[in-house]
Nanobody, 121 residues
Framework: QVQLVESGGGLVQPGGSLRLSCAASGTIVSISAMGWYRQAPGKQRELVASITSGDITNYADSVKGRFSISRDNAKNTVYLQMNSLKPEDTAVYSC???????????????WGQGTQVTVSS
């Protein structure tokens, strides 16, 4: 009923840039929050950045000043602009959306399939 399609991952050199996109579709009436998580091999999943319906943003300390999250309400799409990428940024990045479906009573969280980001020279 709600599908998230991610794109923009790939292989980049240290110091390079990449922009991730996540488009939500389906029977969505409203979105409360959207965010990006990442998980590297052998490490716990962590929140990278999030943005609420009121445009309040939050970033992990490790990406502050380098990453920027934004959204397009008309397209139900969230973006993650990643600059000055480091090898430690290598991970699978997954989109998460908290949304209300049409005719449903409450919000639910939905996950994308994930996109690989590799930073290497």
């Amino acid at each position: 009923q709600v599908q998230l399609v991610e794109s923009g991952g790939g292989l980049v050199q240290p110091g390079g840039s990449l922009r991730l996109s996540c488009a939500a579709s389906g029977t969505i009436v409203s979105i409360s929050a959207m965010g990006w998580y990442r998980q590297a091999p052998g490490k716990q999943r962590e929140l990278v950045a999030s943005i609420t319906s009121g445009d309040i943003t939050n970033y992990a300390d490790s990406v502050k000043g380098r990453f920027s999250i934004s959204r397009d309400n008309a397209k139900n799409t969230v973006y993650l602009q990643m600059n000055s990428l480091k090898p430690e940024d290598t991970a699978v990045y997954s989109c998460n959306v908290v949304a209300r479906q049409r005719w449903y009573y409450s919000d639910s969280a939905y996950w994308g399939q994930g996109t690989q980001v590799t930073v290497s020279s």
